[in-house]
């Protein structure tokens, strides 16, 4: 089991510029997220996904998209990047909405200049 | 989800227990706690949860007060590898949104 994998682990951008976070996780779990963390602070929610098909939006969504078109696969797409969207992103994966353990990835450290 | 509250460091000798606490003084009936720990910017590790009773698993020690306003996890022999930030949750059972605030960062010295 590799658990929740994340790709790629670093990335810079310029502003305005676009890409894909990558989030996989082969432990066949209904429930996945993306989290944002700045610098000293907590995670922040940013979207969801209670199963394949099913996203919503979490604390700050805006910027981002999702899809979830498979159980395994979540990725957080950047639509047009900006400075404020520099932070280390984590995707979680858990087995069932309200279970107890959430499994998190390595994250990406993104930096927009 | 309620507020919580915590101290933002706390130091520790290796070898010691490392009690850190956590206020939740709104806590509704239908919350449970939950701690989690981030090792040097690694994604969090779940600890440990609890509702109302004392929990224990092969990492820690949860103890809830009576009233459940506050929280202490206990690292009965904490370590150098132990040296993390804590962060105490609080959140209804069924929700997976994940509210963490600033945490405690346990430094653990030898």
């Known amino acids: 089991n590799a658990g929740v994998t994340q790709t790629p682990k670093f990335q810079v951008l310029k502003t305005g510029q676009s890409m894909t976070l990558q989030c996989a996780q082969d432990?066949?779990?209904?429930?996945m997220s993306w989290y944002r963390q700045d610098p000293g602070m907590g995670l922040r929610l940013i979207h969801y996904?209670?199963?394949?098909?099913?996203?919503d939006q979490g604390e700050v969504p805006n910027g981002y998209n999702v899809s979830r078109s498979t159980t395994e696969d979540f990725p957080l797409r950047l639509l047009s990047a900006a400075p404020s969207q520099t932070s280390v992103y984590f995707c979680?994966?858990?087995?069932?909405?309200?279970?107890?353990?959430?499994?998190f990835g390595p994250g990406t450290r993104l930096t927009v200049t | 989800d309620a507020k919580t509250t915590q101290p933002p460091s706390m130091d520790c000798a290796e070898g010691r227990a490392a009690n850190l606490p956590c206020n939740h003084s709104?806590?509704?009936?239908?919350?449970?706690v939950y701690w989690y720990r981030q090792i040097h910017s690694q994604g969090p590790q779940y600890i440990i949860h609890?509702?109302?009773n004392n929990e224990t698993n092969e990492m820690a020690s949860l103890i809830i007060t009576e009233d459940r306003k506050s929280s202490t996890l206990i690292l009965p022999h904490a370590t150098l590898r132990d040296t993390a930030v804590y962060y105490c949750?609080?959140?209804?059972?069924?929700?997976?949104?994940?509210?963490f605030g600033a945490g405690t960062r346990l430094t653990v010295k030898p």
């Open positions: 609890g509702l109302k």
């Open positions: 432990m066949n779990h209904e429930y």
């Open positions: 949750i609080v959140r209804v059972a069924g929700n997976n949104d994940m509210r």
């Open positions: 709104t806590i509704s009936g239908n919350e449970y």
């Open positions: 996904s209670v199963g394949a098909g099913i996203t």
């Open positions: 979680a994966s858990t087995s069932s909405v309200g279970s107890s353990e959430q499994y």
